[in-house]
């Protein structure tokens, strides 16, 4: 039986990791929607803005068919592993990334961009500018992501498996302990999860402000 | 029009033109933003377009709106500096001396978001002027600001532009800006440059109505010139002797070149529309064969609204232009 340090460590490994993640892809792409200026940029821009809307759980049974035995990746033995719940973040975190980045360096004086090119910024330093001139609408993406993959629980469930002692993390638990009747532990673990989170987003948010703070000052 | 615009290395040329006429376009051409669809933009032969980061490099834009980063000024103007990977104290010390030109040396640990309009204007230049460009590019850079902060301004950019050999370009629709700085001028509408002249001659002999206007003539009028060489306005002589062949042409003149006459004293005649008050003057609007603007000085008393008068022009303050197939003089 896990005990909830346990569970809670094994929460926010897979959702700190699947962050992560989530902004290697997230970040990038929506950066480079955001400094695109050919046709077919709105078009590319609903599919990022439609992935932020799919439900948690419909990703989950996707990626559970891809990565059931009898599936296309079956050999990979990703399926009911904390790995397969990883992948399965990811791919709810990062159209929420990239959709709040895209909005963020949008919302950046448009000039901006040529004005640093026509300074002589190449690529690289170009983008690399950006993202500290935004990076007080990053890190709220960073915040979001992490927030909107602790807190599902479809995903987890169907790619996972809730397996005590392997898969099980607080949100997954939470519903376990809800469906045999035990409401006051499922609230002990509410309460913690909330705990957890709020941890983070506080560290992430005294950052964000205290960057704004100079910004404005 | 001219379709060809070839600058030597340290001219300074202002582009004149209206909102829409293509002014940041241009710009954008030469510092190699985008691509021309037709011809050729090249520095030293040199196509920009596409071109490596050295030569593009070696150009300086500044943006109508100012740009700044939020950081420091310093760390601001440092920064394109540190891209070319110029050393720190190099960097810090070309960054001060650039700001200093422009005044604002003391502004240099200030957060740049919290500049106002015309400090925030100097600092967008003096970042463009540390990287010690071939080419600068400035686009309206005193956009926004009061009258007063203009004329400081432009004698800030004139003495930090002052022993350097940077070949400049500068965009305006302030005819007064353009001519202030510029060896040369180049009047563009449409995307089009109508006239490319220096500034006194631009002024002097603008090559049409449209030039005119863009250079400051406050009356652009259409005029009729008969067979004695007389300038006519609604039939009317207005006191102008022109060798322009007879026919129609346009009559570009200043508002101080509008003389108000006793009624009867010459043959154009008008009525007094509206008097204000202007900088150390009355302006006066005319309706008559044409509408007329005209100042007067504020010693004289001016007239009253529904006032009919006389009106002649002087002629070395008008300028008679043709229209372009009737540009032969009198025999």
Do not use: C
């Not at chain 1, 993959?149 to 002692?165: L, P, W, Y």
């Not at chain 2, 040329?13 to 669809?37: E, I, S």
């Not at chain 2, 009355?282 to 100042?295: Q, V």
């Amino acid at each position: 039986m896990d005990t909830v340090p346990e569970v809670l460590g094994r929460s926010a490994f897979v959702s700190l990791t699947a962050t992560v993640i989530a902004l290697a892809f997230g970040v990038p792409v929506g950066t480079w929607l955001a400094l695109r200026r050919r046709k077919g940029r709105g078009a590319l821009a609903t599919v990022v803005n439609t992935g932020m809307a799919i439900p948690t759980v419909v990703v989950g049974l996707v990626v559970a068919s891809l990565l059931w035995r009898s599936g296309p990746l079956g050999d990979l033995g990703l399926i009911y592993t904390l790995r397969g719940m990883i992948i399965a973040q990811v791919l709810i975190a990062a159209p929420l990334i990239a959709g709040i980045t895209m909005a963020g360096l949008q919302a950046l004086p448009p000039e901006l961009p040529d004005q640093l090119r026509a300074l002589g910024a190449n690529r690289s330093q170009l983008v690399w500018r950006l993202w500290i001139e935004g990076r007080v609408p990053l890190l709220a993406a960073a915040m979001a992501g992490f927030g909107h993959a602790i807190s599902e629980v479809g995903s987890a469930t169907i790619v996972g498996g809730n397996i005590h002692g392997q898969t099980q993390v607080m949100t997954t638990s939470i519903v376990e302990q809800v469906g045999k009747g035990d409401f006051d532990e499922a609230l002990v673990y509410a309460a913690i999860l909330l705990a957890l989170a709020f941890t983070i987003n506080a560290v992430l948010t005294s950052v964000q402000q205290r960057a704004a703070a100079w910004a404005q000052s | 029009m001219i379709d060809e615009l070839d600058l030597r290395a340290g001219e300074r040329l202002a582009v004149l033109g209206y909102n829409g006429a293509g002014k940041t376009t241009l710009l954008r051409l030469l510092a190699g933003l985008d691509a021309p669809t037709s011809g050729r933009v090249a520095i030293d032969g040199e196509p920009i377009a596409g071109a490596d980061l050295k030569l593009r490099r070696s150009v300086a834009y500044a943006t109508q709106r100012p740009a700044l980063l939020a950081t420091s000024v310093m760390r601001n103007v440092e920064l394109p500096l540190r891209w070319r990977g110029i050393d720190g104290r190099a960097r810090r010390s070309a960054a001060l001396e650039a700001l200093e030109r422009l005044n604002v040396g003391s502004l240099a640990e200030r957060n740049a978001l919290s500049l106002s309009g015309g400090e925030a204007q100097r600092v967008s230049l003096a970042r463009a002027l540390a990287i010690q460009p071939r080419l600068l590019l400035l686009d309206e850079p005193a956009a926004g600001l009061d009258a007063d902060a203009r004329r400081a301004f432009f004698d800030d950019l004139e003495h930090a532009l002052r022993d350097r050999a940077t070949t400049t370009v500068h965009v305006s629709h302030r005819a007064e800006e353009a001519l202030r700085l510029a060896d040369s001028i180049a009047a563009l509408t449409d995307g089009a440059i109508r006239q490319l002249s220096d500034p006194a001659s631009i002024v002097r002999q603008p090559a049409d109505a449209t030039v005119a206007r863009l250079v400051g003539y406050e009356n652009v009028l259409p005029v009729e010139i008969d067979a004695g060489g007389r300038v006519l306005i609604g039939g009317a002589p207005s006191g102008v002797i022109t060798t322009t062949a007879p026919g129609s042409a346009v009559l570009a003149a200043w508002a101080a070149a509008i003389h108000l006459v006793a009624p009867g004293s010459a043959p154009l005649r008008a009525t007094v529309e509206r008097v204000s008050q202007g900088p150390g003057r009355w302006e006066i609007a005319l309706a008559g064969n044409e509408k007329l603007r005209a100042h007067l000085p504020f010693e004289r008393p001016p007239p009253r609204t529904g006032d009919h008068v006389a009106v002649r022009v002087d002629p070395p303050r008008a300028v008679v232009i043709p229209i372009p197939h009737r540009q032969e003089p009198r025999p």
